[in-house]
């Protein structure tokens, strides 16, 4: 069984930081691309921040220039460095992992549970 699990999240003031983190562990052979949606209030879940195997980076125009992504391909973990938040940023935030299992070796793209990000003051 994979499992991702994040960390990080809470609450802070607009201009903070917060580090996401997540750790994907479990029956794995392979991942390619790792990355972060988030999901506001009554709102879909978007695409934030995404990194491929070899460290391609994508990020929402939103959060150009104030989120850094990044990975270790040996921990299977990827992390989110958020800087200067706003208010907007305020979400659930989701790690995703497309991921081969050594179970099936099938493809599939499996979530983490959230961690909640709340930026106000």
């Known amino acids: 069984q994979v499992q991702l699990v994040e960390s990080g999240g809470g609450l802070v003031q607009p201009g903070g930081s917060l580090r996401l983190s997540c750790a994907a562990s479990?029956?794995?052979?392979?991942?390619?691309?790792m990355g972060w949606y988030c999901q506001a209030p009554a709102k879909q879940r978007e695409l934030g921040a995404s990194i491929t195997r070899i460290y391609g980076t994508n990020y929402a125009d939103s959060v150009k220039g104030r989120f850094t992504i990044s990975r270790d391909n040996a921990k299977n973990t990827v992390t989110l460095q958020m800087n200067k938040l706003e208010p907007e940023d305020t979400a659930v935030y989701y790690c995703?992992?497309?991921?081969?299992?050594?179970?099936?070796?099938?493809?599939?793209?499996?979530w983490g549970q959230g961690t909640q990000v709340t930026v106000s003051s």
């Open positions: 995703d992992a497309y991921i081969q299992s050594r179970r099936s070796w099938s493809w599939s793209h499996y």
């Open positions: 479990g029956s794995i052979a392979s991942i390619n691309n």
